[in-house]
């Protein structure tokens, strides 16, 4: 790119750590602010950015944010299903509205607009993230199918012709996976970790709703629980979740988020554990469920950053999570949680020896708080203003 200033591969603790220029900066993105590890990322930016008095243009289909925060929003209007068709419209109409609206740095979320922005943030690389399927169906598994690769499609364009400076991903692996699948945009590519409310999620906080919850579940006070927090419940691995608690008769399962549940349901009573799963749906809140919990469990497959694992760690729970993007800058394996596989076996064995020693929960559950710390909203949201900072000179007319 001739004459683009090129970032850093990283935003040094330094650097986050220094006051910031306000200036204007516009946000590009479907949906900020609602139910997703993503869409509150980005809330949590609006409304950082916004309180360092920064002037905050949101381009988007929603905002669930508080008007009051001060930002300026421009509501794309579009369909949200099916994504076939969605997505090309917002693509269309996204970048007809930011033509209008765009003012200062530019950040889009991924590739959803055409033409230039400054700075693509990137919470999910389609070239090798997995496309999975909520529900067994012919037809749904060919949506998906035909959705990945539309992804794929618009992903290649979309990063090429943004003429960006940046490509800000989530986690170290996201960086590496966009590097080996762009490697002509190598030299743009740095990583700005999530970061995660270490105040709201913490040991102890709102005691009385996660006892409430306990009740309501029925589930005893002397019993162990495991929580699994997250949707796709297949890529997530819901199923080995469930087939290691067969082998774990201490522990309970209490699962937040949405899938086929009568087949899943079906699974456990098959192995004989169907009440000893409980099951919440979606939620706007989940601080509760961490609090009623013991321990984190979550056998995935693939994640960008997995947003949840650090708010499990943040409120003080030992962690059981397979070692993907994310979690590998996290977990150092038996000291502060535990990575593992899809294995039932293994993830069972992990959950005797937590529920055999109540000090080694603790002492992971400590540990795991004090690594959660060093990823906090406040850290995220200063290293994304210095780069905006740095970037200012280039987004002006």
Request: glycine share 8%.
């Amino acid at each position: 790119m001739a004459g683009a200033q090129t970032p850093a591969a990283s935003v040094t603790a330094e650097q986050a750590q220094g006051p910031a220029a306000r200036c204007d900066v516009t946000i590009v993105a479907h949906d900020i602010g609602s139910v997703g590890g993503m869409e509150r990322v980005l809330g949590e930016l609006v409304l950082g950015l916004s309180e360092r008095g920064h002037h905050v243009v949101v381009v988007a289909r929603t905002c669930e944010l508080p008007p009051s925060a001060g930002f300026e929003f421009h509501r794309v209007r579009g369909p949200r299903r099916p994504f076939l068709l969605a997505y090309p419209w917002f693509m269309m109409a996204g970048s007809l509205a930011l033509r209008r609206r765009r003012r200062g740095v530019v950040q889009a979320t991924g590739a959803i607009v055409l033409g230039r922005v400054d700075i693509v943030a990137v919470h999910y690389c389609h070239q090798v993230g997995p496309a999975n399927a909520s529900r067994d169906t012919p037809l749904f598994r060919l949506q998906v199918r035909l959705a990945s690769i539309m992804k794929r499609a618009g992903e290649r364009l979309g990063f090429h012709r943004s003429n960006a400076a940046a490509f800000v991903c989530v986690s170290d692996g996201v960086a590496e996976e966009v590097r080996s699948y762009f490697p002509e945009l190598a030299e743009r590519v740095l990583t700005i970790h999530n970061g995660v409310d270490t105040r709201a999620f913490a040991p102890g906080e709102r005691r009385e709703h996660a006892a409430a919850l306990r009740a309501s579940l029925r589930i005893p006070d002397d019993a162990l629980v495991a929580a699994f927090v997250g949707s796709e419940w297949e890529r997530k691995g819901l199923e080995p979740a469930i087939r290691a608690l067969a082998l774990a008769p201490e522990w309970t399962l209490v699962v937040a988020g949405d899938g086929e549940r009568s087949r899943y349901q079906a699974l456990a009573d098959s192995l004989g554990v169907g009440d000893r799963v409980r099951w919440l749906g979606v939620m706007a809140d989940v601080q509760p469920v961490y609090q009623l919990a013991d321990a984190f469990v979550l056998p995935t497959s693939y994640e960008t950053f997995s947003l949840v694992t650090f708010e499990a760690a943040a409120s003080g729970l030992a962690i059981l999570a397979a070692p993907v993007s994310g979690v590998r800058e996290l977990i150092d394996d038996g000291r502060n949680g535990y990575l593992i596989t899809r294995e039932p076996q293994m993830i069972a064995e992990r959950l005797g020896w937590l529920a055999a020693d109540p000090q080694l929960r603790s002492r992971l559950a400590n540990a795991a708080r004090e690594a959660a710390l060093s990823f906090s909203w406040e850290r995220m949201v200063a290293q994304h203003a210095e780069l905006y900072e740095r970037l200012a000179d280039r987004a002006r007319p």
